[in-house]
């Protein structure tokens, strides 16, 4: 076998290359779910993604005998450094063949890069952030993955490990089968009554959200999603036009059944977005659209029974007002066995006890880990 060569993405044509890498790794994985090339490039397009507004990176692509064998970015962004601390810096879209020289070429190359711009310490994988896919795939190889979940093989963990990394996080990933509970099963009868009761005293209500307002209700959602979130590890506020940005992709997904808004005298205080699991049509679309992927996009979807809770979450000032607990309820009224049965959380950090043990309480079981490393440099 030849030597690795890593070289820079410079063209839209390489760009296109780097973003084909695991098609050509993947292939005969049935977990793995092509991801559409052309989101995937406008994604990674700097003068799209609002990401680049705060931030920088560099794409890299690992090559022996002119193949593609792997791939890396490396990036630094300055929100993270004014909200998580300075000196840190990213690795991410991290895919490789099973070949440790090809792994060390990789991670070394982000590394320098990171290295050369004063960077203490490396953290990923981050695709670009703890907003976006994030972590290594640990545990759950054998389950398809949901929508804006990566997989990846297991020896991508011990190709990162030999390379020097240690977990800094692991992310779980917890399955409830919501259609088969029923209200008492959630929480003690009293303590729902409880909430019920909190909603009614604050003036709280919660409505399903409005594609036609989609603008609006992104507002709102963005709102709640940097109060709810601001203290958690990792956490970086979205902008508006980061969220503006993934919005008009997700739109073609939401299902106004499964997204929430809490309100109080019309400001938002708390929010849930539930999407349903595409990654089912996906994996039969190899990443295209055309000629005949929108059909059979369109044609499956109506066949879709599950769907991942992608963020929920209530305002630090209005935690103990039931409204939570009111959006736990909505979900299961929304479910049944014959609709949607299941779900899957988004992630949750192994340190949040609480939540970890509400989804404990409801039934859960952990079905994915993923996780996050870190390296000085």
């Known amino acids: 076998m030849g030597g690795v060569t890593i070289r820079p993405v410079r063209t839209r044509r390489e760009l296109k290359r780097f973003v084909k890498v695991p098609f050509r790794l993947h292939s005969e994985s049935a977990m793995w779910v092509a991801p559409l090339i052309f989101e995937r490039m406008q994604f990674l397009n700097r003068s799209k993604n609002p990401y680049f507004e705060h931030a920088e990176a560099e794409y890299f692509i690992a090559e022996r005998d002119g193949e593609p064998v792997g791939r890396i970015t490396a990036q630094i962004d300055q929100r993270w450094d004014e909200y998580q601390g300075d000196g840190d810096g990213m690795f991410g879209f ?3 063949v099973d070949d440790p020289a090809v792994a060390e070429a990789l991670l070394s190359a982000a590394e320098d890069w990171l290295r050369a711009r004063g960077r203490e310490r490396v953290l990923g994988p981050m695709d670009f952030t703890t907003n976006d896919e994030v972590g290594v795939l640990i545990e759950g190889y054998d ?4 929508i804006l979940q990566p997989w990846h093989p297991p020896f991508y963990r011990d190709l990162i490990e030999g390379r020097g990394y240690s977990k800094a996080m692991d992310l779980l990933m917890w399955y409830l089968a919501i259609g088969e509970l029923k209200e008492g099963d959630l929480f003690a009868p009293e303590i729902h009554t409880a909430a019920q009761k ?8 919660i409505r399903n959200m409005n594609k036609r307002r989609m603008a609006d ?11 709810a979130w601001g203290k958690n590890w990792g956490f970086v506020p979205v902008t508006d036009a980061e969220v503006q940005f993934q919005a008009k992709n997700l739109k073609q997904v939401l299902d106004e059944d499964w997204a929430f808004i809490a309100e109080k005298d019309g400001e938002p205080v708390g929010a849930a977005l539930t999407l349903p699991d595409i990654n089912q049509v996906m994996a039969k679309l190899n990443g295209r ?12 979807k109506g066949k879709i029974d599950r769907v991942r809770v992608f963020a929920l979450g209530v305002k630090h000032d209005y935690r103990h007002t039931g409204v939570a607990a009111g959006l736990y309820l909505r979900h299961l009224e ?11 959380t988004g992630w949750i950090l192994e340190t949040n006890g609480a939540m970890n043990r509400a989804m404990e309480g409801m039934g859960g079981e952990v079905v994915k880990r993923y996780r996050l490393y870190e390296k000085s440099l």
Do not use: C
């Open 334 to 344: 929304q479910a049944s066995p014959e609709g949607v049965p299941a779900a899957e």
């Open 198 to 205: 909190a909603l009614r005293d604050e003036g709280i209500e």
């Open 94 to 96: 991290f895919e490789t």
């Open 217 to 227: 209700e992104v507002h709102r959602f963005m709102e709640v999603y940097n109060d």
């Open 289 to 300: 659209l055309l000629p005949l992927g929108w059909l059979k996009f369109l044609r499956g």
């Open 143 to 146: 389950i398809r993955p949901m």
